[in-house]
């Protein structure tokens, strides 16, 4: 019988790598999209360093990404002297990518005007498109940089969480948009946009961090266990076991992955063992390597 090719690690973390840059790209044009399209014409202010450049584009007319890129270069300067290279990298890829595609699409968009009176919906759309954005370059180890920065940078030498931080400065940042539009609906919109965004953000993380847990039943668990062990790179569990029935001693694979994994899965265990007894449930939170850090507050 056939069994499936076993990627090399190497390989492995190269196609990974370029999986997280591509959809961080991703990520960026959705939220230049939400941003730009919808939100910048009904002088709508964004939250973290996009909002400070909204605010400078409505006080000035100086283009968003002038603004976006010049205040986030010093913010990355410092996040590679705090925090190191390792949390700025992706961090840099992001920033540069989204400057780029807001030149590309305001060029492109500059004759398109969508919801021109109907302000709330305008909101809205922005708003999902931006957190959408922001949720695939966080799922993918990426971040928009800007208030990430400043937050991970207060909150390694202060006992604040990361939230905490950026609810403040995403509050004032708004805020502070009357001191330029004089419009307290505008500044209302402005935290309609901020929850909207954040409850698209937690929809886009949380699906894309669900995780299944696999029973594996079968007389080839050894080579069931082995790919699964090199592709998709995830550990197995040999829990000994005995038929109540027949008795019979018998060796059960136990398996925790990502949602997204199950179909691989499931395709090496077919190809290994058609006649395998497989059973997969979902879980609320996985903690540990290959999964999410164990948070205590």
């Known amino acids: 019988?056939?069994?499936?090719?076993?990627?090399?690690?190497?390989?492995?973390?190269?196609?990974?790598?370029?999986?997280?840059?591509?959809?961080?790209?991703?990520?960026?044009v959705l939220y230049g999209i939400g941003w730009t399209l919808f939100l910048l014409p009904q002088d709508i202010t964004a939250s973290g360093v996009p909002g400070i450049a909204s605010i400078?584009?409505?006080?000035?007319?100086?283009?968003v990404q002038y603004v976006y890129l010049g205040v986030n270069v010093v913010l990355l300067i410092v996040s590679i002297w705090q925090l190191g290279w390792k949390f700025s990298i992706k961090t840099i890829f992001a920033v540069f990518t989204l400057?780029?595609?807001l030149a590309i699409i305001q060029e492109i968009t500059q004759d398109v005007h969508l919801l021109d009176d109907q302000p709330f919906m305008a909101c809205v759309l922005g708003a999902s498109f931006c957190g959408t954005g922001i949720g695939i370059a966080f799922?993918?180890?990426g971040s928009t940089g800007g208030t990430d920065i400043i937050a991970a940078v207060v909150h390694k030498y202060r006992d604040i969480t990361l939230g905490q931080v950026m609810r403040i400065m995403d509050l004032t940042i708004i805020t502070s948009s009357y001191l330029v539009l004089h419009d307290?609906?505008?500044?209302?919109?402005?935290?309609v946009t901020l929850f909207i965004s954040s409850f698209v953000l937690d929809q886009v993380v949380n699906s894309a961090r669900q995780?299944?847990?696999f029973f594996i039943i079968s007389e080839k668990y050894e080579e069931i266990g082995k790919h699964i062990n090199q592709y998709p790179h995830r550990g197995v569990t040999v829990i000994n076991a005995s038929g109540f029935y027949t008795g019979r001693e018998i060796k059960m694979l136990f398996v925790l992955a990502k949602k997204r994994e199950s179909t691989i899965i499931f395709r090496l265990i077919k190809d290994i063992d058609p006649k395998a007894f497989v059973s997969q449930s979902a879980v609320i939170g996985v903690y540990g390597e290959g999964f999410d850090r164990i948070k205590v507050k």
Request: glycine letters at 6%; charged letters at 15%; a positive charge.
């Open 99 to 101: 400057s780029t595609f």
């Open 1 to 28: 019988m056939k069994t499936p090719a076993v990627i090399p690690p190497l390989r492995l973390n190269v196609m990974r790598e370029a999986r997280d840059y591509l959809m961080i790209a991703l990520g960026m």
């Open 211 to 213: 995780s299944v847990q």
């Open 139 to 141: 799922s993918n180890n």
């Open 56 to 63: 400078v584009y409505f006080a000035i007319g100086l283009p």
């Open 184 to 191: 307290w609906e505008k500044v209302v919109y402005g935290y």
